[in-house]
């Protein structure tokens, strides 16, 4: 069965979460100062600004470090739970619609032979003597009415 997006990009968003926690981390922070108003940047600051670089570390423990892979874990059972769920829920709903299908290809095949068999009595009737022409315009009428009950039943 074909995994649906959404699923996969929960998952890459899970490990993403995951280890943008337990990565250490360390940044430049760029302060620049340029006619008396400061900013702060990623990047280098503009020449005519004043520039001053702060470090940081981001180094997490090993106990946060123990959090985040049990809080993984337990998001990665959720998930794995849900998507068991959700695969049980459309195996019912593939097994429902095949039956579906079946019984509207029976009454498909029901309404085909209901015509033939008014063709057929349509036939008959214009191959009636005198004798027979009311018996064969009944069988018609009848032949006719089931036809159209069972055609317009299974919309055929």
């Not at 959404?6 to 993403?16: D, E, G, R």
């Not at 108003?37 to 670089?53: I, K």
């Not at 180094?59 to 809080?71: E, F, M, T």
Request: proline residues 2%; contains cysteine; glycine residues 2%.
């Amino acid at each position: 069965m074909k995994r649906k997006p959404w699923i996969c990009l929960s998952i890459v968003i899970t490990h993403i979460n995951l280890f943008s926690l337990v990565a250490p981390a360390s940044a430049e922070t760029y302060k620049c100062v340029e006619s008396g108003v400061s900013t702060y940047s990623q990047t280098r600051c503009p020449d005519a600004a004043v520039q001053s670089v702060h470090r940081s570390s981001n180094n997490i423990s090993d106990k946060d470090y123990q959090q985040a892979v049990k809080a993984s874990e337990k998001q990665k059972a959720e998930l794995n739970k849900i998507l068991s769920t959700r695969k049980k829920e459309e195996e019912k709903l593939e097994k429902e619609m095949r039956k579906i299908s079946a019984k509207n290809e029976k009454n498909r095949q029901k309404c085909a032979s209901l015509q033939l068999s008014a063709k057929w009595a349509k036939d008959d009737l214009a191959n009636a003597t005198a004798k027979t022409m009311t018996k064969a315009k009944t069988k018609l009428k009848k032949a006719n009415e089931k036809a159209e009950m069972q055609c317009k039943s299974s919309g055929g």
